[in-house]
């Protein structure tokens, strides 16, 4: 126990939040390694946002004891970025230092931006604007990672090259990453532990012992998917 | 009727590329009526069909505007006139920042400053001119205060809304960016307010012109207002109608200089519109 918890990016214990007479998260214990992927399930409601807001430092009230140890950054569900500084300004907001021009451009490059750090966010689509907040998270170099639903709001194409591009860069950088998604595939193919948020609790937490890189088609994928469906509460097909 | 579905999209597409064309080619259109009255107007002067004393010729009007240029009575009053609305605007401009900044980005202020604002906004500030004359006299700083009124309201008002506007989100990504509260007010809050600040200047230079008008007429030795009331007394109608040009060009040029400030400040929009 001594020894994980020294390695261990996030801990949290009885986390409580809730919002008016609604209870959304009813103490909620969580753990994340550090490198470690975990995939935050559950159905539209159930707090995962709630959660991964409390742990970005977003919700001044909620209750409980959590602690992110190192850095973090946060890609939302929908990019964020601000509309009047350039991409490269974008990426490189709020980092100081002589060297960040380069290491804007190669936050950029690694998510297969290269030069475009002249360019205004309206002039990119949704996809390109989502890989420009991954690179501004990148950039930051961070421990812990956070995404709330990164890849929901792009075309099916896009998501799928997004999620190869994550499992590129986590197998370089090895950051820690807590995936808020709805999306039981995406979860498999990227974390290595899959947690089941449901009446304000962790019900399910199973670790996805899957060798990279995943695919949908692969033993075992079929039997922990038709798992995490059951407990998210959708009947298997007949 | 499956084809009838497929087809809007070109058919849209069509229709966004003639109007510009169109536009551009018919454009001198827009100028024949505005060059037909002034036509109309100096010949119906000339031939007496308007009396002279009601509305005289075009012509009379520039050549009163010239020679008062010439003599140099027109720079000297124009001067009065734009040092009134400087000061009034620099006045009420500096005002409206600082309380619609306060109330606009601090909770208690919006509860303290707000209200009041709102309920001041109630009286049309030119009919607070008796209680001015009683306040502040006649003289310079009834001028100063009115425009500084007039300034106020709409600079406080875009401001506010423009703060109010911004999208929490942004500033949200700011934070987890490790942006502290001076930094998200400079680097999220004030361009995101940048284009409402850019409507309320435009709409105070409006109000301080006007404002303006009625100040000049009160008890004036000075300023365009009073070239007109002067000309009025001695029955020069043309010079009256030099000081109205007059200041239908400051408004225009005013407006015209912040258009063009507003388009070079705000660059990333065209971006925005581009797409």
Redesign the interface.
């Known amino acids: 126990m001594a020894t994980r918890s020294t390695g261990d990016v996030v801990t949290a214990t009885g986390v409580r939040r809730g919002f008016g007479d609604t209870v959304v998260l009813d103490g909620v214990d969580l753990t994340i390694g550090s490198g470690e992927v975990v995939a935050l399930l559950g159905g539209s409601g159930s707090g995962k946002t709630t959660l991964l807001r409390i742990l970005a430092g977003l919700d001044r009230d909620a209750t409980g004891d959590w602690q992110v140890h190192g850095s973090l950054a946060v890609v939302f569900q929908e990019h964020r970025l601000l509309p009047w500084k350039r991409v490269a300004d974008n990426v490189a907001l709020g980092v100081t230092g002589p060297d960040v021009r380069d290491r804007t451009a190669a936050a950029l490059a690694e998510v297969g931006l290269a030069g475009r750090e002249r360019a205004w966010p309206a002039e990119l689509s949704g996809g390109q604007s989502q890989r420009v907040a991954v690179a501004r998270a990148l950039l930051r170099e961070p421990d812990l990672l956070l995404l709330d639903e990164p890849f929901g709001a792009l075309d099916a194409l896009t998501r799928l090259r997004m999620q190869a591009l994550f499992g590129r860069l986590r197998a370089e950088h090895g950051f820690a990453a807590l995936l808020v998604t709805h999306d039981v595939e995406e979860a498999l193919l990227l974390a290595d532990r899959a947690l089941v948020l449901a009446d304000g609790r962790v019900v399910d937490d199973i670790a996805v012992p899957l060798a990279h890189p995943r695919a949908p088609d692969d033993p075992g994928f079929g039997a922990l998917r038709r798992h995490l469906l059951d407990r998210l509460g959708v009947p298997a097909a007949a | 009727m499956t084809e009838l579905a497929t087809r809007p999209p070109a058919a849209t597409a069509r229709r966004t590329a003639r109007p510009a064309v169109r536009a551009n080619r018919w454009r001198w259109r827009r100028l024949t009526t505005p060059v037909v009255l002034v036509a109309l107007w100096e010949t119906s002067s000339r031939m007496g069909v308007l009396p002279e004393e009601k509305l005289p010729a075009i012509s009379d009007v520039l050549l009163a505007g010239w020679r008062l240029a010439e003599d140099g009575r027109l720079v000297e009053h124009l001067l009065d006139s734009l040092t009134r609305a400087g000061v009034g605007l620099a006045i009420g401009v500096g005002l409206a920042l600082v309380l619609g900044s306060i109330a606009g980005l601090l909770r208690v202020g919006d509860d303290l400053v707000d209200p009041p604002v709102q309920m001041a906004r109630m009286l049309p500030h030119l009919a607070l001119v008796p209680l001015l004359i009683i306040w502040v006299g006649i003289g310079e700083s009834l001028k100063i205060t009115l425009v500084a009124l007039g300034v106020f309201f709409p600079m406080y008002f875009n401001l506010y809304a423009g703060i109010r506007d911004i999208d929490e ?2 500033v ?8 502290g509260a001076l ?1 998200r007010i400079r ?2 809050v004030l ?2 307010t ?1 284009p409402s600040l850019f409507l309320g200047l435009r709409l105070a230079t409006g109000a301080a012109w006007l404002s303006l008008v009625v100040g000049e007429t009160v008890a004036t030795h000075s300023g365009i207002g009073f070239l007109m009331m002067e000309a009025r007394e001695f029955s020069q109608t043309n010079v009256v109608l030099v000081g109205l040009f007059v200041y239908a060009l400051l408004g225009l040029l005013s407006d015209l200089i912040l258009r063009v400030v507003e388009r070079k400040t ?1 660059t ?1 929009r065209r ?2 519109q ?2």
Do not use: I, M, N, Y
């Open positions: 989100r942004l949200e990504a700011a934070r987890t960016c490790g942006l930094a680097h999220v361009p995101g940048l705000l990333w971006g925005l581009a797409t």
